[in-house]
């Protein structure tokens, strides 16, 4: 059932005239290598080395606790603000480590972006919102009017907003506030998305709009989601990165690996590592 | 029904029997302690609000007794506070000319030291930083005001002032009462502000993080906005304690009641005025007696009035999260 959903969506794709299969080896833009996340002294993450393939969607997907948040969060150096985090290994946006010298931190997350669990848009107007990332990143836009109502398309927003731009972001409905903060994120133009459970707080109805969207944005964006769903991974992903955490020899501790990535088509018909297909099919999780 | 079932009554789907098990759903005892203890919160609630009524109608007879010889209308516009003179003129402009240069100047002092610290430390201080600099803070909060006092006259009139920035200024002035006053009411504004910094949900933090803003960016369109009003209550109640703070003025700023022009200048406050009456000799009844109540009426409604305008200021530009 899986596969065949894979299928169908693929098709669309088709229609719409772009290129679908995702080659074997992805076409990176974002490359870990043996990337290993510490909380203080705890290990979270273990040398997880994967590619993040442009126009992709990737998902992350395991057991909860298994650090899929944590390595999402390491990517755009979101946990740079958790004290006491530390990223070993590398990881490359177009071949320039983010954790290197000379890089801002705020740079990298201008150009990777995220989209938190709970819809978190600021106590403030829809378009204020909208317009928060453009001001204070100080990029220069001819009509802020015209890159609010773009990003509000891409969001597919648009419609349902554009009489209440003015009003605040908190009359939205969980599902709206979401795309509010998908089109927040694209007003500021990133070139990854980076997307945690984005659909966790939502109801199946809203949660599919979500997906459509995603679909659409991998058109100019190339997003990583983490996701506890596995039919969602299946839906939307063209690789899966399958995490799960084990406890580390000598200590309690449950530290997190990436067990096995590769296109979702075979990580969810074909698994090489059962690990992977236990979960899958629901046996371990 | 009585409270114990014991029919199993006509069979229900599923064929699940009501257990025979007694039950009851009275309480197993009378709770007593919780009766009195709701009889002394209710106490403990009437008496303040009791005494709040006192204070005002004890302040509001004496006051109409004060208004019967002098028309409110001097009160109000006359330039000269002389009560105690022979040629008697009972404007009370001078005494709020006094209390508006001083709070003034410590809102001056208060708010951006006030609210730079509770930036500093929501923001930007380590965790242990936090934890000695929040303490010490609320320390200098608890420094009696006649130490305060001291320090104006003493060192901040003469040395810092005069000695250092060569203003010329004399031994009381409203700008070294007003400083001082500033320096006091600075806890008051970085502790309430700072909690209101903290309350902000993390979420919207990362939320701006995640766009590319940074931190002074994050702090000013998006935490200062959310917690604008916690920290507009923070100023308020430092306005409020500075309007009423009467140790410090009553040695800083001087004895003269007169329309304060300049801040190098002495001056009288509403309270500095009450303060110095009241020891006096003044016999219950007596005019003299009265403009001690028309002042301190005066310093109520003062009170009353920016706590309602700040209620509503504060209802208009905050952001709910
Ligand atoms: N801020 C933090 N401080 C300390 N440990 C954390 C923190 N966040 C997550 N962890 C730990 O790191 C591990 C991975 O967490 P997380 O990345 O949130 O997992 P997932 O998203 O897969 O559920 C868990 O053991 C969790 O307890
Ligand atoms: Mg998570």
């Known amino acids: 059932m899986d596969s065949a959903t894979i299928s169908m969506r693929q098709m669309e794709t088709v229609d719409s005239g772009r290129t679908i299969s995702p080659t074997e080896t992805p076409r990176a833009v974002l490359t870990c290598d043996d990337v290993s996340i510490y909380y203080g002294s705890f290990r979270a993450v273990n040398e997880v080395s994967m590619d993040i393939g442009l126009h992709e969607i990737t998902a992350l997907i395991g057991p909860s606790g298994c650090g899929k948040s944590t390595v999402l969060r390491s990517l755009n150096r979101m946990n740079d603000l958790i004290p006491g985090t530390k990223v070993t290994g590398t990881i490359s946006y177009h071949g320039i480590d983010i954790y290197g010298k000379d890089v801002d931190p705020i740079e990298v997350r201008r150009r990777i972006g995220m989209v938190f669990q709970k819809p978190n848009p600021f106590p403030k107007s829809i378009y204020d919102n909208v317009a928060y990332g453009p001001r204070v990143t100080g990029m220069k836009v001819d009509s802020m009017d015209d890159l609010v109502e773009k990003a509000l398309r891409g969001a597919a927003l648009w419609g349902e907003v554009k009489d209440k731009l003015k009003q605040s972001a908190y009359g939205l409905s969980g599902g709206q506030q979401q795309r509010l903060c998908i089109a927040r994120t694209i007003a500021v133009q990133p070139e990854i998305i980076l997307m945690d459970e984005p659909c966790s707080a939502l109801d199946p109805i809203a949660t599919a709009r979500i997906e459509d969207l995603m679909l659409e944005l991998k058109e100019k964006y190339t997003i990583v989601i983490v996701t506890h769903n596995m039919q969602q991974a299946a839906r939307v992903a063209d690789r899966t990165a399958f995490f799960t955490a084990e406890a580390a020899e000598g200590n309690g501790d449950r530290t997190g690996h990436l067990v096995e990535f590769d296109l979702t088509t075979k990580i969810f018909s074909n698994p090489s590592d059962s690990r992977t297909e236990d979960y899958i099919s629901g046996r371990f999780g | ?321």
Do not use: C, H
């Open chain 2, 1 to 321: 029904m009585s409270t114990t079932m014991q029919s199993a009554g006509p069979s229900r789907q599923g064929g699940l029997r009501p257990s025979s098990a007694p039950v009851t759903l009275r309480s197993a005892n009378p709770r007593y302690g919780e009766k009195v203890l709701l009889g002394f919160l209710m106490l403990a609630a009437a008496v303040s609000i009791l005494t709040t009524v006192g204070i005002v109608l004890s302040l509001i007879f004496p006051a109409i007794a004060f208004f019967r010889e002098v028309s409110i209308g001097e009160f109000l516009t006359s330039t000269s506070w002389t009560p105690r003179f022979a040629d008697k003129n009972y404007g009370v402009l001078p005494l709020i000319t006094g209390t508006a240069w001083t709070t003034a100047i410590a809102l001056a002092v208060a708010i951006p030291l006030g609210l730079g610290a509770a930036i500093y430390l929501s923001e930007y201080a380590t965790p242990r930083v936090r934890k000695i600099f929040k303490p010490v803070l609320e320390l200098l909060a608890g420094v009696p005001s006649v130490v305060y006092g001291l320090f104006a006259v003493a060192f901040v009139g003469p040395v810092i002032l005069k000695g250092w920035f060569g203003i010329g200024v004399g031994t009381y002035s409203v700008l070294a009462a007003g400083l001082v006053l500033g320096i006091m009411i600075i806890p008051t504004v970085a502790s309430l502000a700072e909690d209101a910094m903290t309350a902000v949900p993390r979420s919207l933090r990362e939320a701006s993080y995640g766009l590319g803003s940074n931190r002074m960016r994050t702090v000013l369109r998006v935490v200062f906005p959310a917690a604008i009003s916690g920290i507009a209550a923070s100023i308020v109640l430092a306005l409020s304690r500075a309007v009423g703070e009467t140790m410090i003025v009553a040695m800083g700023a001087g004895s003269q009641a007169r329309m304060v022009a300049a801040p190098t200048e002495e001056g009288q406050t509403m309270t500095g005025f009450i303060a110095a009456a009241a020891l006096g000799d003044s016999v219950q009844g007596t005019t003299d007696y009265n403009t001690l109540f028309a002042v301190g009426l005066t310093l109520f409604v003062i009170t009353l009035l920016i706590n309602l305008v700040s209620i509503k200021l504060v209802n208009r530009f905050r952001e709910v999260y």
